[in-house]
């Protein structure tokens, strides 16, 4: 049930029909919403650039989370106004749309938001100022398309540049050397022997796997697939294969049968049907290819009678669990996957002995999400049954074997030389604590979506604010063409834009008005790349120094932080809903 909060009549103006008392209570709400959004603008904002801070996040859990990500930050904080989530919100939005600026989006809405509350001072209606912030927008985005520079794909260095800029204000910022060519070699490498003809790329064609011990130097791309644990070694079963020739034992099966409904009314035909359907799909999730001995799905319990039943039921077992094998290593396969189960042995030590002692490398417990990637990359097909094995359905590689990583001695399976090459990348990530494992982690997935922004949209721009200050020099050069109350509120924008070199300065130590001085002077003339070299601490030329971002970061940007800011500008009451 919604709740309105009711105010007693009050006097109205002829001039346009609203109360007073309705307009405090818009303004009210208004303020209190810019104020809550400022808020979550003003925590994050020292973690923007090069120079800004990380944050130390201790959850619910008892997790200790170390990340300057704006988005990862965002999600985590326990935020409870509906405004301020709506930043939150943005946040998230530029991370599943570019990847990047995830916390510049969310510094530049607060900018604006302050710049709302300046022209609502003045008596500028909020829908006049919601259409003017859409105006400016648009007009941002078509100076920064025409500034923009194009990219081809084949051009690794540009790419490489691109993510490192992207490095660069992340925890593991040193290791970007290393990191930027394994992000951009990495999308590379899914696209294809032509990136040029590609719109888009799936990043989950790319598989992180985490081992704890050595350094984030030690991370490594794997052209195949590795699992974060050795093979069983069972009776001195191989420890590596060549040409090899892979099966996939997975869940499967099915269930028969049918309901009698001829009588049923269609309402209790459409009820069973469902009820057959879910009780179907059950028990093909939990039927299982088991390399055991057969078990029913109900607790019973034989009896044997004497040592010769006993020696009858174990002759058996071995014969049904042999027969197995031997129709494993008959199809062709020397490496068998085998998919984890919790219902039911998948396995027990006499197949893996039986398989040890016919050569054949064996890795248990795949996990049931990673079936469809292994598939992928080894070009293999799940076996749901043994007598649906066949050659047809292996895989293959030219090399499988277990690896000792150093550092940690810990063991992994590497699958080399896989039949379908360019499917999909294994990135093999390297950490001495789990903190660091984790922050690489989102580190370099952020780099590979400025990656996948440039298949996207495949331009590139200055960075260190030198876009942000282009834009906000032409738009006020606008605002001087423009009449009425669009001038201020371009005005206004234009001065909000302003917030990411500020911003960016502040953060470097640096003085941040006399940089923004310097950086509006530097573009008046014409340097279009003039942006803040925090290492250096002056303003310099951004292509010069290879300090470049991909467009759709940018303009993603400006155009969610100001379609979220209308969007809350817009917002005259509160509605609770019980």
């Given at each position: ?38 808020a979550v ?160 790329v799936?990043l ?16 490594e ?5 590795v ?33 009698e ?29 088991c ?28 014969k ?7 129709k494993?290593k ?22 893996l ?64 030389g ?91 130590g ?29 303003i ?19 155009k ?19």
């Amino acid at each position: 049930m919604a709740s309105i909060i009711q105010h007693p009549p009050a006097m109205s103006r002829p001039a346009n029909g609203e109360t007073l008392q309705e307009r405090s209570k818009g303004r009210d709400v208004r303020t209190s919403n810019i104020v809550a959004a400022k808020a979550v603008a003003s925590a994050i904002r020292t973690s923007l650039g090069p120079r800004g801070m990380d944050k130390l996040m201790q959850l619910p859990s008892g997790e200790v989370l170390i990340s300057n990500d704006g988005a990862t930050i965002l999600s985590r904080m326990n935020v409870l106004h509906p405004a301020a989530k709506m930043l939150v919100e943005c946040s998230v939005s530029q991370d599943i749309e570019a990847g990047d600026g995830t916390t510049s989006v969310v510094v530049l809405a607060g900018a604006l938001l302050d710049a709302c509350s300046g022209l609502l001072a003045k008596g500028i209606h909020p829908a006049a100022i919601a259409s003017s912030f859409y105006n400016a927008a648009e007009a941002c985005t078509t100076v920064l398309t025409s500034r923009a520079l194009p990219v081809d794909m084949n051009d690794r260095e540009s790419l490489i540049n691109a993510v490192r800029t992207c490095l660069s204000s992340k925890v593991v910022s040193q290791d970007s050397d290393l990191l930027a060519p394994l992000a951009v070699d990495s999308v590379l490498g899914i696209l294809g022997p032509n990136p040029g003809s590609a719109t888009n790329v799936d990043l989950r064609d790319i598989r992180m796997v985490e081992q704890l011990g050595g350094t984030v130097d030690d991370t490594e791309l794997v052209h195949g697939l590795v699992f974060d644990k050795g093979s069983t070694k069972t009776a001195g079963g191989p420890g590596k294969i060549d040409n090899a020739k892979i099966a996939l034992l997975q869940g499967g099966g099915g269930v028969g049968g049918g309901i009698e409904m001829e009588n049923a009314s269609p309402r209790e035909r459409r009820n069973l049907t469902t009820h057959f359907n879910n009780l179907t799909d059950t028990l093909n999730a939990h039927s299982r290819f088991c390399l055991s001995a057969p078990k029913t799905d109900m607790d019973n319990s034989v009896v044997v009678s004497d040592y010769a039943a006993m020696d009858r039921i174990l002759r058996d077992e071995r014969k049904y669990i042999l027969n197995m094998c031997k129709k494993i290593k008959k199809c062709g396969a020397n490496v068998v996957l085998i998919q984890k189960s919790i219902l039911r042995d998948a396995y027990n030590e006499l197949s893996l002995h039986f398989l040890a002692k016919m050569g054949i490398l064996v890795v248990t417990d795949v996990e049931r999400t990673d079936v469809e990637f292994v598939c992928r990359t080894l070009g293999c097909t799940p076996v749901p049954h043994v007598d649906s094995l066949s050659p047809e359905k292996l895989g293959s590689a030219d090399h499988v074997g277990d690896v000792v990583l150093p550092g940690s001695g810990h063991k992994v399976v590497k699958f080399v030389g896989v039949a379908n090459p360019g499917r999909t990348m294994t990135v093999l990530l390297r950490g001495s604590n789990d903190l660091v494992l984790a922050e690489a982690n989102r580190s370099i997935h952020d780099a590979q979506c400025v990656v996948r922004s440039l298949v996207k949209e495949r331009h590139l721009i200055a960075g260190g604010g030198a876009a942000e200050t282009e834009a906000s020099l032409r738009l006020r050069e606008l605002s001087m063409e423009t009449t009425g109350m669009d001038s201020h509120c371009f005005r206004a924008y234009a001065d909000a834009l302003e917030v990411i070199p500020y911003t960016l300065a502040e953060n470097a130590g640096l003085k941040p008005i006399e940089i923004v001085t310097e950086l509006r002077k530097a573009h008046a003339e014409g340097n279009v790349g003039a942006g803040i070299d925090v290492k250096d601490g002056c303003i310099s030329d951004m292509y010069a120094k290879n300090v470049i971002q991909p467009l759709l970061v940018t303009t993603s940007a400006i155009k969610l932080a100001t379609e979220t800011v209308c969007m809350i500008l817009k917002v005259d009451d509160l509605v609770v809903v019980a």
